[in-house]
Each structure stands twice: as C-alpha cells, then as structure tokens.
C-alpha cells in the first residue's frame, strides 16, 4: 500500500496543502479524511475545494446536510459524517450512488461508516501535535488513490 507522511506548521500550510490535491483530483476519487474535533479537516477541504476551483464562498462545514456538492472544474462533494446515527441514514442521503457517480468525493469522519468508502480510496488521517503542528498520515487503498497520491505529492514512495 502506498503512504506518506508529512506535517503541516500553520492551517495556511494546511489550507496549500489541500489546494495542491484540489488541482489534481480526477473524476471518481475518494479522499476519506479522519481525525479529532479541530485536527483541521475542514480547513484542508477548503483548500482542497480552492484546488479544484469551487468558489470558496460556497464551501462551509456541511451542518445540516450529510453531504453538499460543489461545481468546480469538476464535480466535488464534500460530505461529513460526524452527525451521522447510524449507517441506514447515510443510505438514506444517496451516499453510495453518490460514489459511483459523476465527480469526487471527501468525506469528513469516514471512521464513523469505514464501509462506505470503496475499496480504492485515498485516506488521511490528522492529528493535532501541538499548537499549529498537525500530522497527515495518508495511505492510497488501491491504483486509483495510488495514482491520485503521486500526482499530489511527487515525492511519496511505494
Ligand atoms: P475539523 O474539521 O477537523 O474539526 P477544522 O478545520 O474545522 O477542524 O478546525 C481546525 C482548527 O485548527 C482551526 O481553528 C485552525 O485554525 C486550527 N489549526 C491550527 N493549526 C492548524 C494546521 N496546521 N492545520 C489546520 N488547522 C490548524
Ligand atoms: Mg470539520
């Protein structure tokens, strides 16, 4: 399985960060994000939705819906599971016809519902260090994330 990992120094470090995968997202991505209240997931779809040239005024916390699309160069939707009851009521949202429909997909909290995300699918996991210190811990889960994750960070080994 392909990993990196790498830190980030200030949410300005995370926000370049997630822009960079923002302009290499391709159609059918899946970007699973996990982590604490405040580890910064928000913050990095925000760059990731810049990245991928949705308007940044459009991208929010998705408070009252389970998911929420954003039209940028490509279809991008930006999903969060931390409300989430159960697994029948992400059913209920249209999640699964979602992933294998047209555009990408990040999801905040996927460690709420693992199985919603498909087999192929880069994951990211961040921690708070300390102060503005975050940890990302990304693994690509199959040749499609593989693929996304060297056009994101070059450098990233097998
Ligand atoms: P989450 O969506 O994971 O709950 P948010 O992105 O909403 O987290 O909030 C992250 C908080 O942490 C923000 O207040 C942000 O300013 C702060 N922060 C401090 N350092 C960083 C960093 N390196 N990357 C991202 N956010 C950071
Ligand atoms: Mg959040």
């Known amino acids: 399985m392909k990993r990196h990992t790498l830190s980030t120094h200030s949410p300005a470090e995370t926000h370049a960060l997630g822009r ?7 159609e059918g991505d899946f970007v699973g994000l996990s982590g604490d209240l405040g580890a910064g997931k928000t913050h990095f779809v925000r760059g990731v939705a810049e990245g991928a040239g949705v308007p940044l005024h459009e991208v929010s916390s998705p408070t009252f819906s389970i998911v929420q699309p954003y039209q940028g160069r490509l279809l991008v939707h930006h ?3 931390y409300r989430l009851r159960d697994a029948d009521e992400l059913y209920a949202t249209g999640f699964h016809e979602l992933v294998s429909g047209p ?3 990040i999801v905040e909290w996927i460690e709420q519902v693992p199985e919603a995300a498909p087999a192929d699918a880069l994951r990211i996991r961040i921690d708070a260090l300390e102060e503005e210190n975050r940890r990302f811990e990304i693994a690509a889960t199959g040749p499609a994330a593989a693929a ?11």
């Open 148 to 158: 996304l994750l060297s056009r994101w960070i070059p450098e990233s080994k097998d």
């Open 79 to 81: 999903a969060d599971l």
């Open 103 to 105: 555009g990408a997909m």
């Open 20 to 26: 960079r995968l923002g302009e290499v997202l391709e």
